[in-house]
């Protein structure tokens, strides 16, 4: 059985978990701790980032995008109305383009520092960089949020799903990101209304449960987190 290498609050694990699960694909989930610089996974991966998926030959593929498009071109074309890139190639880089900004510009200015500061740290040992949260690095973060909201708002309030008229992986790479911030408690949804109902069809999606229903150990997540209807 194929592997995936993730942590349950990386965002790009989240979006690959999310895609392989709406494809009905299985995986066996190893659970890395990418501060430890552990020999084995970084042969798989020299630059120690998550999330890496190992195939049934043992050929390893490392990042979210990367592995988001191999599965596209190997099960994703056998899906007709359910592959979550387009078959317009105009659809698909807007799909592409809204991915990247969920995995990489909101993760930069957002998810990445946050889930550093309150979830890794406490994790880590002081030798890798673990301690105290830093409040300026969340201060900054947090005053980023509000902005990706309204953009994550505007796409959910002019368009059926986030992409067009169909869920893509733009809509699960949002997820992805939101979901980790949801756990957290960073997201006020009284100031995102048209956001949340996008959300809350996302949350009630099969392939969602099984994120819903793990927990971070030391770190209890909002009370709303896995209601369906919030």
């Known amino acids: 059985m194929p592997t995936l290498y993730h942590h349950s609050m990386s965002s ?3 979006f690959v978990r999310l895609i392989l699960t709406e494809y009905g694909y299985q995986t066996e989930l190893i659970e890395e701790q990418t501060w430890e610089k552990r020999r084995d996974f970084l042969a798989l991966n020299p630059a120690g980032t998550l999330p890496v ?38 659809q698909r880089a807007e799909i592409r383009r809204l991915a990247e900004w969920f995995m990489q510009k909101m993760e930069q200015d957002v998810t ?8 890794y740290k406490l ?11 830093d409040s300026k690095v969340m201060r900054m973060a947090r005053g980023n949020i509000r902005q990706h909201m309204k953009y994550l708002s505007w796409l959910a309030g002019s368009r059926q799903w986030l992409a067009g008229d169909r869920l893509s992986y733009a809509d699960l790479a949002a997820a992805a ?35 819903l229903a793990e927990r971070v150990r030391g770190i209890t997540p909002v009370s709303h987190y896995a209601d369906l209807d919030f």
Do not use: N
């Open 12 to 14: 790009p694990s989240r």
């Open 53 to 90: 998926y190992v195939d049934d030959s043992m050929r390893a593929l490392c990042g979210a995008t990367v592995i988001s498009e191999y599965l596209d071109e190997t099960h994703g074309v056998l899906k007709r109305d359910r592959r979550l890139l387009a078959e317009d190639p105009f």
């Open 112 to 119: 990445r520092p946050l889930v550093r500061e309150r979830v």
């Open 123 to 133: 994790q880590m040992t002081a030798d890798q960089g673990g301690g105290a949260p």
């Open 177 to 211: 990101s939101i979901s980790v911030l949801d756990y957290l408690g960073e997201i006020d949804w009284v100031e995102s209304p048209v956001a949340k109902e996008w959300y809350q069809r996302l949350k009630s999606r099969p392939s969602f449960r099984p994120i």
